[in-house]
T-cell receptor, first 113, second 115 residues
Framework: DADVTQTPRNRITKTGKRIMLECSQTKGHDRMYWYRQDPGLGLRLIYYSFDVKDINKGEISDGYSVSRQAQAKFSLSLESAIPNQTALYFC????????????FGPGTRLLVL | AQSVAQPEDQVNVAEGNPLTVKCTYSVSGNPYLFWYVQYPNRGLQFLLKYITGDNLVKGSYGFEAEFNKSQTSFHLKKPSALVSDSALYFCAVSPASTGANNLFFGTGTRLTVIP
């Protein structure tokens, strides 16, 4: 969905390196999310943010950190990448009610060597 | 604890035949239920959701799903499959009782429509 963009789309890095994945949205949504997708495991929530000052850990936050720089931007950092963080990472956004649909970006494919 | 089960990793159906992708859930209280589709090299696209009301929900691309509270199921259906429906389908649940709309996803079902 062009309303939610992620950069980079693909990234190869080495063990121990710090990397940042970025997400931007033009939907005007308050809530933003980071997920990772692994084959056979579906999507798992890493972090989520209800607004710029409200950030929460998800199911699998260890080894990750996030920054909500503005309503429209939500970055995910791997402080010291390890091979089992190789995955497909998705950003998503939604309006403020938990009935609301989440809208996903195109994903970032990360390979940690 | 919240969970979603998609018991079939793979579903094959002939073009023109009806299709069903199964989903069962476990959640405290009332559920909000969603179906998403993922095409190759793309993000997830929303298909439909059940919040309240009519148990039969109609969504995008001719898909529909039926909420069955007694069986805790939310199966995705389409009367006549198209080759272009071939994709990975995810069921997800959000517990209505919490303030967060965190989605819990199933592991996905790969649908292949055979010409």
């Amino acid at each position: 969905d062009a309303d939610v963009t992620q950069t980079p789309r693909n990234r190869i890095t080495k063990t121990g390196k710090r990397i940042m994945l970025e997400c931007s949205q033009t939907k005007g949504h308050d809530r933003m999310y980071w997920y990772r997708q692994d084959p056979g495991l579906g999507l798992r929530l890493i972090y989520y943010s209800f607004d710029v000052k409200d950030i929460n850990k998800g199911e699998i936050s260890d080894g990750y950190s996030v920054s909500r720089q503005a309503q429209a931007k939500f970055s995910l950092s791997l402080e010291s990448a390890i091979p089992n963080q190789t995955a497909l990472y998705f950003c998503a956004t939604s309006l403020g009610s938990h009935q609301e649909t989440q809208y996903f970006g195109p994903g970032t494919r990360l390979l940690v060597l | 604890a919240q969970s979603v089960a998609q018991p079939e990793d793979q579903v094959n159906v002939a073009e023109g035949n009806p299709l069903t992708v199964k989903c069962t859930y476990s959640v405290s209280g009332n559920p909000y239920l969603f179906w998403y589709v993922q095409y190759p090299n793309r993000g997830l696209q929303f298909l439909l959701k059940y919040i309240t009301g009519d148990n039969l929900v109609k969504g995008s691309y001719g898909f529909e799903a039926e909420f069955n509270k007694s069986q805790t199921s939310f199966h995705l259906k389409k009367p006549s499959a198209l080759v272009s429906d071939s994709a990975l389908y995810f069921c997800a649940v959000s517990p209505a009782s919490t303030g967060a709309n965190n989605l819990f996803f199933g592991t996905g079902t790969r649908l292949t429509v055979i010409p």
